[in-house]
């Protein structure tokens, strides 16, 4: 079973920067293919971020956040980043971390679907002000 626990939320002014974190815990031996980031703002549908498919270190990300947003993987440690530059009031919402351990969730990652992620971290609250 895979323990995802995200970190770095926060507050913080229009144009700011926040990096969020997220450590997996993972069976041994085991391996994760894809990992994301995924936001809920209230009262609207979640929505993807950014992905990453670990195998080729490709990223897909939300056209609302190009350019701004940067997902990484620590190669060493596993951990999960999003730099967040630029933020804007509507970057404003709940974010999550996902993975999964299916090769499969490559088409999951590249259509930015999150119902093709298995395992959610409880999520760290981002709030951006004007």
């Known amino acids: 079973q895979v323990q995802l626990v995200e970190s770095g939320g926060g507050s913080v002014q229009a144009g700011g920067s926040l990096r969020l974190s997220c450590e997996a815990s993972l069976p041994i031996a085991s391996t994760l293919y894809c990992m994301g980031w995924f936001r809920q703002a209230p009262g609207k549908e979640r929505e993807a971020v950014a992905t990453?498919?670990?195998?080729?270190?490709?990223?897909y990300y939300a056209d609302s956040v190009q350019g701004r947003f940067t997902i990484s993987r620590d190669i060493v440690t596993k951990t999960l980043f999003l730099q967040m530059n630029s933020l804007k009031p509507e970057d404003t919402g709940m974010y999550f971390c996902?993975?999964?351990?299916?090769?499969?969730?490559?088409?999951?990652?590249?259509?930015?679907?999150?119902?093709?992620?298995?395992?959610w971290g409880q999520g760290t609250q981002v709030s951006v002000s004007s």
């Open positions: 996902a993975a999964d351990m299916t090769i499969s969730c490559l088409q999951a990652a590249v259509a930015l679907r999150g119902s093709g992620f298995s395992s």
């Open positions: 990453f498919y670990t195998v080729a270190r490709t990223q």
